[in-house]
């Protein structure tokens, strides 16, 4: 099994920044990919950023030049800096991740969600 704890959301002003976190926990298992969904009431959930363990991402067109995802392998954990928020960025912030466990099975987890409010 993998956890993912995630860290940073909150309340910010529109055209302010924050910073998400996500760490992965758990025994004999290496990071494929890990990214963040959001949901807003009343919406679907959706990408927002994923990235692999080699670098390679991929964005939402509606975060694009906005949000920035990296990934520290050493330390399992991924991070959103996410700047020049909109009100529409107002969502509750999922992290996932699909992870190698032993015998290359590839499994999917989800965080708990943090939840990110952008308001004046």
């Known amino acids: 099994q993998v956890q993912l704890v995630e860290s940073g959301g909150g309340l910010v002003q529109p055209g302010g920044s924050l910073r998400l976190s996500c760490a992965a926990s758990?025994?004999?298992?290496?990071?494929?990919?890990m990214g963040w969904y959001r949901q807003a009431p009343g919406k679907q959930r959706e990408l927002v950023a994923q990235i692999t363990s080699g670098g390679s991402t991929n964005y939402a067109d509606s975060v694009k030049g906005r949000f920035t995802i990296s990934i520290v392998n050493a330390k399992n954990t991924v991070y959103l800096q996410m700047n020049s928020l909109e009100p529409e960025d107002t969502a509750v912030y999922y992290c996932h991740s699909i992870a190698i466990l032993t015998g290359l099975n590839y499994r999917s987890y989800w965080g708990q969600g943090t939840q990110v409010t952008v308001s004046s």
């Open positions: 758990g025994r004999d298992f290496s990071i494929d990919v």
